[in-house]
């Protein structure tokens, strides 16, 4: 029988790339999201073997919902890959609480919930792969970007503990970390930095970081690269705990573990063209 793998966040970007690489593959494919006329469109290129779910992983009912769907085939799920992920973008200081918590309520608690929805036939069964689409942010934090980098470094440290955790249970767990990737989300990010172009005291710094960041996305690599990594991580005997893609982004987090901050600092903002910003 095919290894089923539920994906989240599969309308559109990465979501919608593993879903048909992994269909290709050879995996029967639950596509989940919010938008199921999204996911319709993708039962015409998955080789008959992904079936859209509507889900928003904010919504317990809706988690519980999607999984009987999939219960009701008489199928476990061998794989999941939580992919889905909100954009936020604004100075820490000026970024409402209310945007906070709702970068929050997507990226990890409901990273969170589908799991812990899923982790009891994966136990039952005695064998089964999460793999966590985390982000370079989760590692290296760009100005403007603290409450995504957040969400996202809170899914390495949640990551770690529920891989040693599930050991003795035979589910294995990675975190697949992007780097920048050529899908709609970048745009999104780009935009949201609109409302504080003209914001004081951080305006001038928003819209320097705004012009290197807004070519970031349009020239970074395809999600395939990001599909690869998911797929190694579901099928090989020893998955690692932590994927970059594409792998070349791997230097740019061993530089940051070498360097001192100070140092990473000044290299980011001469990338960002905010050293013109320093105080003396
Ligand atoms: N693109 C990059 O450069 C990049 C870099 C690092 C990490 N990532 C991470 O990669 C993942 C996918 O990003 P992407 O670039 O593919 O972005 P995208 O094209 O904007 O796709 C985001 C997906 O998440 C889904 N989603 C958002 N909120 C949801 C919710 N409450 N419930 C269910 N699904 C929800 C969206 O579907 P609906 O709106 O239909 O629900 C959509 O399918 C995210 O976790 C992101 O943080 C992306």
């Known amino acids: 029988m095919l290894q089923s793998v539920l994906i989240t966040g ?75 992920g909100a954009a936020m973008m604004g100075p820490v200081e000026r970024l409402p609480l209310d945007d906070w918590r709702s970068v929050f309520e997507t990226n990890v608690f409901g990273l ?8 009891p036939q994966m136990r039952a069964a005695g064998r089964g792969r999460i793999v966590n689409i985390g982000s370079l942010t989760g590692r290296i934090a760009s100005p403007f970007q603290g409450a995504y980098a957040a969400t996202k470094h809170a899914v390495e440290g949640l990551s770690d503990s529920l891989r040693r955790e599930l050991v003795p249970h035979g589910v294995k767990v990675s975190v697949v970390r992007p780097g920048a990737i050529n899908t709609p989300f970048g745009h ?29 996305h349009p020239n970074a690599p395809s999600p395939v690269v990001v599909a690869e990594a998911v797929h190694h991580a579901l099928t090989a005997e020893s998955p690692h705990s932590r994927y970059t893609a594409p792998f070349k982004m791997s230097y740019a987090l061993a530089l940051r573990n070498l360097l001192p901050s100070g140092v ?17």
């Open 112 to 119: 969170v919930a589908v799991t812990q929805a899923v982790l």
């Open 10 to 84: 599969a309308s559109s970007g990465i979501g919608e790339e593993c879903a048909v690489f992994l269909a290709h593959k050879g995996f029967r494919v639950f596509a989940a999201a919010r938008r199921i006329d999204k996911l319709k469109e993708l039962t015409a290129v998955g080789s008959g073997r992904i079936t859209p779910l509507q889900m928003d992983v904010t919504d317990k009912a809706s988690i519980d919902n999607a999984l009987k769907i999939i219960a009701d085939e008489g199928l476990t799920l061998y794989g999941l890959v939580n992919n889905a």
């Open 188 to 216: 999104h990010e780009a935009e949201m930095l609109n409302k504080y172009e003209n914001d004081d005291p951080y305006g001038d710094q928003v819209r320097a970081f705004k012009a290197w960041f807004s070519k970031q």
């Open 264 to 280: 990473t600092d000044r290299v980011l903002e001469r990338v960002n063209g905010l050293d013109k910003f320093r105080k003396k």
